[in-house]
């Protein structure tokens, strides 16, 4: 009952599939499992750190500033993209080389941007839930549910990109047609 | 020969939503009415054409991933007078495009596509290519916001017209990416058959 | 390769066969417009199956006739007084958006009658949830009056079904014609499972979920009646036949298909109980595609490394 509760909770507040946010990294990623793994993974710890990096900008920034949010976001994700790759780099440089491409693509799209503001809306509805443990959680969610999303589409993936498949619906628009009936359904179950 | 193709690339061979299926999530969600459209399109060209236009006296030997991160700050800046302006032209569109008005301060044109294709070219070509791949955007926009508009809603820019059958589902995120995936696949035919025609001729 | 398709032709007729009686059924109830309904369902579908090979140039054959099939399991979801133009619109949905699109019947991702029902659900709520009594005749052209909710939304909604077992058997009860035909939906179950139209796998599962689910967290105060009414409401039944047991989408081993079936029927019962939300079954139907298409990509990789090792 708490798994079923759990993936429904993921699907209907799906970024991807109610936003649209992150759509065309899925595509990019989407080429091999490895690739959607490593980029869901990456993308998954974007969301999470940068959703607490908000929480504390939210909090020490005051009203008048309120245009600066995006640059305080947009700094805030470059920092943890050069973490990020300065921590690889020392790691090894064959496993940079191997994963700085996830890094590249995770770092700066609607998946990860969209998650800290959505975050941010959210807790503007809800007070409840403006703590830094709502602020991960949903981060955490928000990672979680590009993962689900990157299963949906894998699965498919073959299909979708078969001969079969009329070579002007080949590929990206099939995918585009696919998410949208996956997601009807979910907005049908909200 | 060769100029005029890479210049017209980003209007029809290489358009930014339908070939390179890049910022598709504010066509998506807020491609639903002409008036989000016209704010949109407002936003994406001038954070877009500006940014770009500022990234490029950003010295090319830095590495990547700083190159990014620069480009990024430099879109975040721009939003910030584009914002203040969009809330004097637009003040009633701005809270329903929410989000996305922000996010497109990072979308891929400026992020990938800089690095990929504008700063290889000289400046004047680069300029007329990038107008042109804005243009294409806009074109997208522009499309996909009056069929959905008037398909789900039964108005052209918030006026109603005589439709006697409405399908609001168009109007839902799931209808943008439906409508968007069938868009780019008649694209694509049409552009398969303007091929063949080439070819015959 | 002959063989084969023959026996899609075959199962085909059968499917036509038993849609067809469930129609005879729902003439005797709401008149003349139930078969106009199913008509113009079966036209638009057929021009749409024709319209759209054409583009893709292929040709059409006598397998291509599953969109009629595709296209009455759709008018029996629907009110008998639903607007013609919302099921045309639907019914061109399922044939070019859900189908050809993808590949048509070779490469079939989405169950084509499942997914229009949820595009006309949420484009048109009210039309498609909204059904006159049994006896009832509209004309062809006659607006409906005095439309009420389905039987599955009061059950749902109050766990009370006021009818008896009699009415529910032969499908006297407010609701999509189809789904409330429990008699011939029953026997049209036994008859495609003997005739192996239907993937058995995916109908024990279905029906064995909901069961055993409805035993285990009942709605109504007796066991016995929660498991009776919820295999009757909701296009349980209906769903588990036309739908979830489609061969062209469900798990090609009855094993996988099974616990494919079973996974839908848990999940519905627990969104139901949360949501209330009738028909929730079909909705979930889609939305376990991807789990469908897993398991048999699942299947190719065991039959593949089988062969292999052989």
């Known amino acids: 009952m708490f798994i079923i509760d759990g993936i429904i909770l993921l699907l209907t507040s799906n970024l991807i599939l109610t936003q649209a946010l992150g759509t065309s990294t899925l595509f990019i990623a989407a080429e091999s499992r490895k690739k959607l793994l490593g980029t869901a993974l990456t993308i998954t710890f974007f969301t999470t750190a940068g959703s607490a990096a908000a929480y504390f900008i939210n909090n020490l920034m005051t009203e008048k500033f309120k245009n600066l949010t995006l640059l305080f976001y947009t700094l805030t994700i470059g920092l943890l993209y050069m973490i990020i790759l300065i921590l690889l780099y020392f790691t090894g440089k064959e496993k940079f080389r191997d994963i700085r491409k996830y890094v590249h693509i995770s770092a700066f799209n609607c998946a990860v941007m969209g998650t800290l503001f959505t975050v941010t809306e959210t807790a503007k509805f809800y007070p409840e839930r403006n703590n830094i443990n709502d602020f991960m959680l949903s981060g955490l969610q928000a990672g979680a549910g590009f993962l689900i999303t990157a299963f949906i589409l894998t699965a498919a993936y073959k299909r979708l990109t078969s001969s079969d498949v009329p070579a002007s619906f080949r590929g990206f628009p099939a995918m585009l047609v696919y998410l949208g009936i996956i997601s009807m359904a979910v907005y049908a179950l909200k | ?201 | 390769m002959q063989k084969i398709k023959k026996s899609e032709r075959f199962v085909w007729i059968d499917i036509m066969l038993t849609l067809l009686a469930i129609e005879v059924m729902q003439y005797f109830y709401y008149g003349i417009r139930v078969v106009v309904l199913s008509g113009v369902c079966a036209f638009v579908s057929f021009v749409a199956e024709i319209v759209s090979l054409n583009l893709v140039n292929r040709d059409f054959t006598a397998d291509d006739l599953t969109c009629i099939s595709d296209a009455l399991i759709i008018s029996l979801m629907l009110p008998a007084v639903i607007d013609f133009r919302i099921v045309a619109i639907a019914c061109v949905f399922a044939v070019i958006v859900v189908k050809n699109i993808f590949g048509g019947r070779d490469n079939m991702i989405f169950s084509p009658s499942a997914a229009a029902y949820i595009f006309m659900l949420v484009s048109w709520k009210n039309q498609v949830l909204m059904f006159t009594e049994p006896h009832v005749r509209t004309g062809i052209s006659e607006k409906a009056e005095n439309l009420v909710s389905s039987a599955s939304h009061v059950f749902n909604t109050s766990g009370r079904m006021n009818y008896s077992d009699f009415e529910i058997l032969m499908g006297n009860m407010r609701g999509a014609g189809g789904a409330v035909s429990i008699l011939l939906l029953i026997v049209s179950a036994v008859i495609l499972i003997l005739r192996r139209d239907i993937s058995f796998g995916a109908f024990l599962g279905t029906i064995f979920g909901t069961a055993f689910l409805a035993y285990c967290i009942p709605v109504c105060r007796s066991k016995y009646d929660s498991v009776k009414y919820m295999l009757v409401s909701n296009m349980i039944l209906f769903a588990a036949v036309y739908i979830i047991s489609d061969k062209r989408i469900a798990p090609r081993k009855n094993y996988y298909a099974f616990f494919y079936g079973f996974f839908i029927a848990m999940f519905s019962y627990i969104l139901l109980l949360k949501t209330e939300k009738e028909n929730i079954i079909i909705i979930v139907s889609v939305f376990f595609t991807p789990v469908s298409l897993a398991f048999r990509n699942f299947e190719k990789n065991i039959e593949f490394s089988e062969t292999e090792g052989v």
């Open chain 2, 1 to 201: 020969m060769n100029r005029k193709n890479s210049v017209f690339d980003g209007l029809l061979n290489d358009n930014t939503v339908l070939s390179s299926f890049m910022v598709i999530s504010p066509i998506i969600i807020c491609g639903d009415t002409l008036r989000n459209a016209v704010a949109l399109i407002y936003a994406f060209s001038a954070i877009t054409f500006l940014s770009v236009m500022f990234g490029s006296f950003v010295p090319q030997k830095l590495p990547y991933a700083l190159k990014i991160i620069i480009y990024a700050v430099i879109s975040s800046l721009v939003y910030i007078p584009v914002r203040l302006a969009a809330e004097q032209f637009f003040p009633d569109i701005i809270p329903r495009i929410g989000i996305y008005f922000m996010l497109l301060a990072v979308n891929s044109l400026i992020t990938v596509q800089t690095e990929a294709k504008f700063y290889r070219m000289k400046r004047g070509r680069m300029i007329l290519s990038l107008i042109f791949y804005i243009v294409g955007f806009d074109t997208v926009m522009l499309i996909t916001a009056s069929v959905r508009e008037l398909l789900a809603y039964g108005t052209v820019y918030d006026r109603i017209v005589d439709a006697d059958i409405l399908i609001s589902g168009l109007g839902k995120p799931f209808g943008g990416f439906i409508f968007l995936g069938l868009f780019c696949g008649v694209y694509r035919k049409i552009r398969f058959m303007a091929n063949h025609l080439k070819g015959a001729n």
